[in-house]
């Protein structure tokens, strides 16, 4: 099992800057081959924002390229998302989640046949124009 504490989101204003972290815990942590940030403004759908692999590959959403930043210290199994001027349009509930495949990522036998899609509970992020 893997469970995802958020810390970070609230009330910003536009032009602000704002970082998220994600810890992840638990037997299988180890396991976990990619880390990501999604969100969902209002009635849309989950969409990514950032997410980095194992190796230190980062992926960003074209939306965001330019004002995010995805980090994260493998070590403490700690996630970042930094976003800088943001806008209006960044209002969202953010969701943390990593993940771990099994069959293509095995970093030991614990990890062998281990498939995890976890999913942290959503932070409020709000901008203010």
């Known amino acids: 099992q893997v469970h995802l504490v958020k810390s970070g989101g609230g009330l910003v204003q536009s032009g602000d800057s704002l970082r998220l972290s994600c810890a992840a815990t638990g037997q299988y942590t180890r396991c976990l081959s990619v880390m990501g940030w999604y969100r969902q403004a209002p009635g849309k759908g989950r969409e990514l924002v950032a997410k980095?692999?194992?190796?230190?590959?980062?992926t960003y959403a074209d939306s965001v390229k330019g004002n995010v930043t995805i980090s994260g210290d493998n070590a403490k199994k700690m996630l970042h998302l930094q976003i800088d001027s943001l806008k209006p349009d960044d209002t969202a509930v953010y969701y943390c989640n990593a993940g771990a495949n099994g069959t293509y990522y095995i970093v030991s036998e614990l990890c062998r046949n281990v498939d995890i899609d976890a999913w942290g509970q959503g932070t409020q992020v709000t901008v203010s124009s």
């Open positions: 980095i692999s194992h190796d230190g590959t980062s």
